[in-house]
């Protein structure tokens, strides 16, 4: 039906989330940090907007190459107004709308050598050409991308 729910989990310093029926084998070892990253986007300096686009883009790009892990470095937010992490925050929320849902199945906080609280492990579908079709243009709910 189209329809693709995530299980989430997450605390100050944690984040994961997966396709719900997702092997949790995958999971874990993605959480262990076993899936090598075979490209990685660094968020630190955009505003939403910005970082959307790049997020798009970056795996859109990843997508079509058939790359199945991938890193993205939101940053912790530290150097935020206020020190509140506004782009970690919502980077874990675009993960599980439209039109990301359709290319991500899990994602993780990355180990402490690869960014640790400050990135994430990303785990992709394999690309399939012709196969359930990924709208790019669509964004999601968000006030801040209007």
Not at 26 to 31: A, H, I, P, S, T
Not at 65 to 82: A, D, E, F, I, Y
């Amino acid at each position: 039906d189209g329809k693709l729910e995530f299980a989430l989990a997450f605390t100050d310093e944690y984040v994961e989330g997966h396709v719900v029926g997702l092997d949790l084998m995958l999971v874990g070892k993605l959480q262990a940090g076993q899936f090598s990253p075979e490209s990685h986007l660094d968020l630190h300096g955009m505003n939403a907007q910005q970082a959307f686009d790049a997020l798009v883009g970056f795996f859109r790009a990843a997508y079509f190459k058939g790359q199945r892990t991938v890193l993205v470095v939101p940053g912790r937010g530290l150097n935020s107004p206020h020190g509140i992490p506004i782009l970690r925050e919502k980077v874990q929320e675009w993960f599980t709308q439209e039109p990301l849902k359709r290319v991500i199945l899990a994602f993780c906080t990355a180990k402490p050598s690869d960014g640790g609280a400050g990135a994430l492990y990303v785990l992709l579908r394999k690309f399939r050409k012709g196969e359930g079709k990924i709208h790019w243009e669509r964004k999601p709910v968000d006030p801040d991308l209007i």
